[in-house]
């Protein structure tokens, strides 16, 4: 008889196992079940603001005991692709710690002489100065990279502008689109099962949004689950021209079956 599979677990942040740093009930159950298991998982989050280490602080305030190594950023995706394509290059960065972080640690000099590539990601002080200085980059040949394109991120007072509105604005004013690592694209996707060293049809994606968390996972070859907790509803969800494997009203609906989330 054949040995059931052992599943790797990909699973959104915001939306899925938090929200508005607040713990969605039953996700401290579904990481302690997948840490007593032994199952590989990683949270992944598009914002490229903090590093590893900030993201497992913020998580075990709400209750949540993820390791630095079970978390996956766009920051982190991105400096991936980065030392893939041009190793120990150099670039222009408007960002936070997170993506800057992640550029230092795969060796890349930032600098506004002549880059390589202009960097953007998520910020919370967005410089005029600085997307001026990126605008002229890419006027004199740097090439133009995005960490995701979110146009909007949450905030409590309502919508805050994010990387994908600032990425518009610059390729409004060059003519020049970014190319964006972040979900939707697979290649986050893909990197983060590098990370793990899993294979894609033993591994499944939640993420509470259609376009990006669902949309990402199909793409990549990954089982897919789409949660109710977050952005997406159930009848949003039927106006897309695809469909997540399964629909849960949260992550709870998985304790106690994490080794079986698609039973018959």
Do not use: C
């Not at 938090?18 to 713990?23: A, F, K, P, R, S």
């Amino acid at each position: 008889m054949a040995e059931p599979r052992k599943w790797t677990y990909l699973m959104d942040m915001d939306g899925v196992l938090v929200h508005e740093e607040h713990l969605i009930p039953g996700a401290d159950k579904l990481i302690e079940e997948l840490r007593a298991k032994d199952m590989k998982f990683l949270v992944l989050t598009n914002n490229s603001i903090y590093t590893p280490r900030d993201l497992r602080a913020r998580l075990h305030r709400t209750g949540l005991d993820v390791p630095e190594s079970g978390i996956w950023t766009s920051a982190l995706a991105t400096a991936k692709f980065l030392d893939s394509q041009r190793p120990d290059g150099s670039a222009f960065v408007i960002g936070e710690a997170g993506l800057t972080t992640a550029l230092h640690e795969i060796g890349y000099v930032l600098t506004d002489r002549d880059p390589d590539y202009v960097v953007l990601g998520e910020t919370r002080t967005y410089s005029f100065t600085a997307i001026t200085t990126a605008i002229r980059l890419v006027e004199q040949g740097a090439r133009f990279i995005a960490t995701n394109p979110d146009s909007t991120g949450p905030s409590r007072e309502g919508s805050l502008p994010a990387t994908g509105s600032v990425a518009a604005l610059i390729e409004k004013a060059t003519g020049r689109a970014p190319y964006f690592v972040g979900k939707p694209n697979p290649l986050m996707m893909r990197s983060a099962l590098n990370s793990l060293g899993a294979h894609s049809e033993a591994t499944l994606m939640i993420g509470d949004r259609m376009d990006t968390d669902v949309r990402s996972g199909l793409e990549a070859g990954l089982h897919t689950i789409l949660v109710l907790s977050g952005i997406s509803t159930a009848d949003t969800a039927e106006r897309f021209p695809y469909r997540p494997g399964r629909v849960l009203e949260s992550v709870a609906d998985l304790v106690g079956s994490a080794d079986d989330p698609f039973p018959g």
